[in-house]
Nanobody, 124 residues
Framework: QVQLVESGGGLVQAGGSLRLSCAYS????????MGWFRQAPGKEREFVAA????????KSADSMKERFTISRDNAKNTVYLQMNSLRPEDTAVYYC?????????????????WGQGTQVTVSS
C-alpha cells in the first residue's frame, strides 16, 4: 500500500519561504520519479516540479524554476519542495505524487499515487 503524506504548508507573507515535505511509504521509493503539483481554487491542477528516481534530474515549471527547487532523500523516503520568494498567486493546495516509473514527466496522467495535499497561503 503506497501512501504519501505532505507537510510544511501554512500561511506566509509575500516574499517569504516554505519547505514542503512528502513522506512516502510503500514499494521502493528510490525506483520512482516524484512530482509536485498544485491546485488553486477554481483552477486546474498544474505541474510544479518533478525529480527522477535518483534525484539527478529535475524540472520545474517555467514560471517557478527560479524560485522553487525539488529534491529528494531516498534514505528517508522523502521528497521536498523548497519555495522561495513566494507570491500571492502561489496560493494553492500542493500535492505530491509518485510516478509510474523512474523518469519524471510534467503530465498528471503519468502519476498514479497522490497525497491529500497541503495548503499554502501567501498573503500580500
Amino acid at each position: 500500500q503506497v501512501q504519501l503524506v505532505e507537510s510544511g504548508g501554512g500561511l506566509v507573507q509575500a516574499g517569504g519561504s516554505l519547505r514542503l515535505s512528502c513522506a512516502y511509504s510503500g514499494r521502493t521509493f528510490s525506483s520512482y520519479a516524484m512530482g509536485w503539483f498544485r491546485q488553486a481554487p477554481g483552477k486546474e491542477r498544474e505541474f510544479v516540479a518533478a525529480i527522477s528516481y535518483s534525484g539527478r534530474n529535475t524540472k520545474s515549471a517555467d514560471s517557478m524554476k527560479e524560485r522553487f527547487t525539488i529534491s529528494r532523500d531516498n534514505a528517508k523516503n522523502t521528497v521536498y519542495l523548497q519555495m522561495n520568494s513566494l507570491r500571492p498567486e502561489d496560493t494553492a493546495v500542493y500535492y505530491c505524487a509518485r510516478g509510474r516509473g523512474p523518469t519524471y514527466t510534467e503530465s498528471l496522467t503519468t502519476y498514479n499515487y497522490w497525497g491529500q495535499g497541503t495548503q499554502v497561503t501567501v498573503s500580500s
